[in-house]
Each structure stands twice: as structure tokens, then as C-alpha cells.
């Protein structure tokens, strides 16, 4: 059973520091392609908006952070991702 727990654990964080990855690499080539749209960014904004819409959807619905010139949501998801990962390797 611990081998189960230990596959599980490690698979999760490999999983989540790939989506750590995503999230860098979208965020930095939002600011250096910026309009450009190519497979790679396509990619990447495919595999990163399901976890950032739901944030964003919840924010635009109650008014937060729409005056703000940062994409507040995309931060929220970077830490919530970040919390997930220290709350599994604390396991």
C-alpha cells in the first residue's frame, strides 16, 4: 500500500510542476508574443485555461479586480497550484 501511496504522490507532483511550467511559459510568452498566436501558445493555453476559467468566471461575476492591469485570476490559479503542491509533499 505504501508503494500505491508513494506512485500516487509522486505522479501528482510531477503533474502539478508540469502545470507550474505551463503557467511560466504561457505568462512569459504573453509578454513577448503578444497577438501572435502559434501550436505552441495554443498548446499551452489549452492545457491552462480549464484551471484559470473558473477563477476568472468567479471574479467577473462578483466584480473583483476588473480596474486591475494584471490578470489577477492567472495569479490566483499559480498559487492555488502552488498550495495543492506543498499540501501533497507535506503528505
Keep these: 500500500m505504501d508503494i ?7 505522479t501528482a507532483l510531477w503533474i ?5 511550467l505551463a503557467m511560466l511559459l504561457r505568462a512569459i510568452m504573453s509578454w ?3 497577438g501572435e498566436e502559434n501550436r505552441f501558445s ?4 489549452m492545457i491552462t ?3 484559470i476559467h473558473p477563477i476568472r468566471q468567479l471574479c467577473y461575476k462578483k466584480n ?3 480596474q486591475t492591469p494584471l ?3 492567472f495569479l ?3 498559487l492555488l497550484i502552488m498550495v495543492v503542491e506543498m499540501i501533497i509533499r507535506s503528505l
Design 4 to 10: 500505491v501511496f508513494y506512485l500516487l504522490k509522486n
Design 16 to 20: 502539478l510542476s508540469i502545470l507550474d
Design 32 to 34: 513577448i508574443l503578444q
Design 42 to 45: 495554443m498548446f499551452l493555453y
Design 49 to 51: 485555461e480549464p484551471l
Design 64 to 66: 473583483w479586480f476588473q
Design 71 to 73: 490578470d489577477i485570476p
Design 76 to 78: 490566483i490559479t499559480v
